[in-house]
C-alpha cells in the first residue's frame, strides 16, 4: 500500500478499516458513539463536504482526548484495535484536513504522519477474511 496518506483513497481505506474494526469490537457506550462520530466527521471531510477541520481535531485534541481514550483499552483485544484504528485515521483525517485549509494543526495533531500510516496499515491484518474482502471490493477512488 502506497504510504501517501493525503491521498483521499487511502484515507478512504484507513477509516474503512477503522469503520470495520468498529463493527467487530464490543466497545459499547460513550466511546462507541464517540468514534463512530469521529469516523462519521472524517467521512464527510474525505467525501469533499465542508467540515470545519477543528471539529476533526477535536478528537485528538479536545474533550473527546482520543490518545488518552485509546490507552484504557488492551492492545490486542478487538475494543482496542477499533480504538486504535480510530485514533489513527482521524488524527491523519485532521492533519490533512488542516493542511487543505492553510491552517496551523495543534502540535498534536502536526505529530501524525507516516509512523501513524504504518501502524494503521499494521492494524489491517487483524479484520476478519470477510472484511478484508469488502474493503478489497470497495470503490475507492
Not at 15 to 39: C, F, K, M, Q
Not at 50 to 64: F, K, T
Not at 121 to 141: F, H, V, Y
Request: charged fraction near 25%; aromatic fraction near 6%.
Amino acid at each position: 500500500m502506497d504510504c501517501d496518506f493525503t491521498l483521499p483513497k487511502n484515507l478512504a481505506l484507513g477509516l474503512l478499516i477503522a469503520d470495520r474494526l468498529l463493527d467487530a469490537s464490543d466497545l459499547t457506550g460513550e466511546d462507541r458513539v464517540l468514534l463512530a462520530r469521529g469516523l462519521k466527521l472524517s467521512w464527510e471531510w474525505v467525501k469533499g463536504r465542508d467540515v470545519d477541520p477543528r471539529l476533526i481535531c477535536e478528537y485528538i485534541d479536545g474533550e473527546a482526548n482520543l490518545p488518552f481514550r485509546s490507552t484504557l483499552y488492551e492492545a490486542n483485544s478487538d475494543a482496542g484495535r477499533a480504538m486504535t484504528a480510530a485514533f489513527l485515521v482521524i488524527g491523519l483525517t485532521a492533519l490533512q484536513a488542516c493542511r487543505e485549509m492553510n491552517m496551523s494543526p495543534s502540535e498534536s495533531v502536526e505529530n501524525f504522519g507516516e509512523g501513524e500510516w504504518h501502524a494503521l496499515m499494521n492494524i489491517a491484518p487483524m479484520l476478519s477474511d470477510e472484511s478484508r474482502a469488502r474493503i478489497a471490493g470497495a470503490n475507492l477512488r
